[in-house]
């Protein structure tokens, strides 16, 4: 990897050039999707990774928050939720389409766990 800039104290942003090799046909595909975008295959690319790397640190942050998560302790917050506070003049429920939900038994467990709603 050649360094030939990079983001400096005085915020001036600076580039790093670095080889990396790809499958033809991956390539081929960034390239006409640069292309359908309007971008070029470098900003393309670019944008790819830092949205992977932006996503993998987030996982990283809830999986390090979820590590130090007091589960009775949340619990008995959303329990006090309204409590006291009883629904003011204008407040409506909006009526949707009820949202039906099946259990699935685990033939190896035998444990019930819920899915997503069923179309």
């Known amino acids: 990897m050649r360094v030939s800039k990079h983001l400096d ?21 960034a390239r006409q999707l640069a292309q359908a975008e309007g971008v070029a295959l470098n900003q393309l690319i670019n944008v790819a990774l830092a949205e992977e790397v932006s996503a993998l640190r987030t996982e990283e942050y809830f999986a390090e ?6 589960i009775p302790k949340a619990l008995d917050i959303l329990k006090r939720a309204g409590v006291g506070n ?12 009820r949202r039906a939900w099946r259990s699935v038994r685990s033939d190896s467990s035998q444990n019930t766990a819920r899915e997503g709603p069923v179309s």
């Open 9 to 29: 104290g005085e915020g001036v942003m600076r580039k790093s050039n670095f080889v990396l090799r790809l499958q033809p046909s991956l390539v081929n595909e």
């Open 65 to 70: 928050r979820a590590a130090r998560a007091n």
């Open 86 to 97: 009883p629904p003011m003049r204008g407040d409506k429920v909006k009526r949707g389409r």
